[in-house]
């Protein structure tokens, strides 16, 4: 035996390769995988091997590929030894004839046998941005859940689910499940639900589920997923394979239907907020990234930085409403999503060069997300000693460590947003106890924007404040934070800024979602409760029927 790519070993005795063909003969013991498409493994019968000279082939269940063959398309059969798995070199059609209604074909007899170890119990886990969304039927569900695949093996495979699956799929006895790749490809299996972890702060659920019943077809299909996905993640790790081509399950059909995921089927407020959940799902991911010791994907913070100066480019209204509508969203990536959207309305205003709009996006939307590593005690916390307060620098450490990778961020916006967003100009923020001249103006800019999303939202350790009182708390403190940008934030978004909860002269409730020139209500959606904006909002007004509600007599604490 001798070394081969992919973790393969080369069998060249001749007594091995023919008892493992003659393994391969048995019904269905074979599968054919057109080499150069990389395509999902067929259905084959090894009729015949005559040792050094040919296989007969019987592809009469897939007719559809014989024309490809014939014309010089090159193949490999697969198939699986005790525990192994094992594939031929590329191989070339001689010929194909018709022999009572079976389509039987020849091809030289192979040199060698490729063999990889099996390990059934390996659990290929999907990196950042390898999405396979997950149909999941059965239990006591009428309709259909959507879900993430999260790893996969050939004994099973985790899924992601919203919070709300756990009580049906706790009754299920087994679910069909059924994968789908981004290229088109659909695989379906059953499956018993075998464990739950619920995550209450990312309203998910987690689920462990055992594969039943497989068949051969089923199982060598597996296989190939599996090293598909462990492949393209080596691909794409910090030691990256470039010799290795993309993976075709991972590239994105663009003819195809949304992808399926948890979030798609999710409603949302807006259609807004529904394109910004897609930007939320890679944060939520790269959180979890952090938490399981992975890595930064530079490529990835770059596209969903340009994704974010899209949508405010084609709507900031919109854009700064739906940073509201994501409640169920970790808070971190709420919090993140928050200040990079009113810093980037913000400095568009100020006319800055898109690069350094960019820059200062994508620092904002993850400034926060080392805290993943912080335990839960320390973020709750109430009172800040100085033991505590060391304790949270590691989250900017992290930070500073994981955007080093990303070669396209400006040096002077990462250190102004992530590693300087938290000092205060008398010294007494955090880590490296910075004030007065040494902070420059756009981290001025960013403690200011930072504090006002923290305070509008709800902590696990204090509700969210009303906005008036958090303008009179950062005008009441100059010492911590810059006059001049505060009221700068307050002219820009107003005494009533985009996602403010109002109550008018009549009782009703309303969502601000757009001012006019003048800072005046332009546009409110009503509301029946002073809960997140969410599906159930009312009729949008504006003009003559917003002017018919009368004066706002109240602005309300809304907890998001």
């Known amino acids: ?279 939320a799902g890679y944060l939520d991911a790269q959180l979890l990234e952090i938490q399981e010791g992975g890595q930064w994907d530079a490529v990835q913070l770059s596209s969903f930085a340009d994704r974010l100066l899209g949508l405010h480019a084609e709507d900031s209204e919109a854009l700064l409403f739906a940073t509201h509508c994501l409640y169920n969203e970790p808070l971190l990536v709420r919090h993140g999503l928050g200040v990079a959207v009113h810093m980037l309305d913000l400095a568009t205003a100020g006319m800055l060069p898109r690069d350094a709009r960019k820059a200062l996006a994508a620092c904002a939307m993850v400034h926060d997300l080392g805290k993943a590593l912080l335990p839960t005690e320390l973020l709750e916390a109430s009172d800040w000693d100085d033991e505590r307060q060391a304790a949270l620098h590691v989250h900017v450490e992290v930070m500073r460590e994981g955007l080093g990778a990303c070669h396209w961020l400006a040096p002077g916006v990462v250190e102004a947003v992530v590693m300087r967003i938290n000092e205060r100009l008398d010294g007494s923020g955090y880590p490296a106890r910075l004030s007065g001249e040494t902070l420059g103006e756009l981290t001025r800019l960013a403690s200011v924007v930072d504090v006002v999303e923290a305070m509008r939202r709800d902590r696990p350790d204090r509700l969210a404040w009303k906005i008036g009182d958090i303008y009179r708390y950062l005008l009441s403190h100059p010492g911590q934070f810059d006059s001049r940008w505060v009221k700068r934030y307050l002219k820009h978004f107003g005494v009533m800024p985009i996602g403010t909860l109002v109550r008018f002269s009549g009782g009703e409730l309303g969502w601000v979602q757009r001012l006019d020139g003048d800072g005046r209500l332009a546009q409110i959606q009503l509301t029946d409760r002073p809960a997140p904006p969410g599906e159930s909002l009312g009729d949008v007004l504006r003009g003559e029927r917003l002017k018919r509600l009368g004066d706002v007599v109240e602005v309300l604490r809304a907890s998001f």
């Open 1 to 279: 035996m001798t070394g081969a790519k992919d973790g393969y070993v080369r069998v060249t005795a001749p007594t091995e390769i023919e008892e493992m063909l003659a393994r391969l003969s048995q019904p269905g013991g074979a599968s054919l995988q057109l080499d150069a498409e990389e395509s999902r493994p067929l259905p084959v019968l090894v009729v015949d091997q005559v040792p050094g000279d040919y296989l007969l082939l019987d592809i009469s269940a897939i007719r559809e590929v014989a024309a490809e063959l014939r014309r010089g398309a090159a193949f490999r059969l697969l198939g699986q030894s005790r525990d192994q798995m094992l594939r031929t070199p590329p191989l070339l059609m001689d010929t194909c004839h018709e022999q009572e209604g079976r389509l039987l074909c020849q091809c030289p007899y192979p040199i060698n046998l490729e063999v990889l170890q099996r390990r059934a119990s390996f659990r290929a886990r999907l990196r950042l941005g390898m999405e396979v969304g997950a149909i999941v039927r059965g239990g006591h569900s009428e309709a259909p859940l959507q879900s993430d695949l999260k790893d996969l093996s050939l004994e099973g495979c985790q899924l992601e689910l919203p919070l709300s699956a756990a009580s049906w799929l706790a009754a299920a006895e087994t679910v069909e499940i059924e994968l789908c790749f981004l290229n088109g490809v659909r695989f379906t299996i059953r499956a018993e639900p075998r464990h739950c972890l619920a995550d209450t702060e990312r309203q998910a659920l987690r689920a462990g589920m055992r594969f039943v019943a497989l068949s051969g077809d089923q199982e060598r299909q597996l296989w190939h997923f599996v090293r598909e996905i462990e492949r393209e993640s080596a691909r794409q790790g910090e030691s990256s394979d470039s010799s290795l081509l993309p993976s075709l399950l991972f590239q994105t059909d663009l003819a195809a239907a949304a992808p399926v995921s948890r979030r798609n089927i999710s409603r949302y407020a807006t259609p807004m907020a529904k394109r910004l959940a897609r930007i």
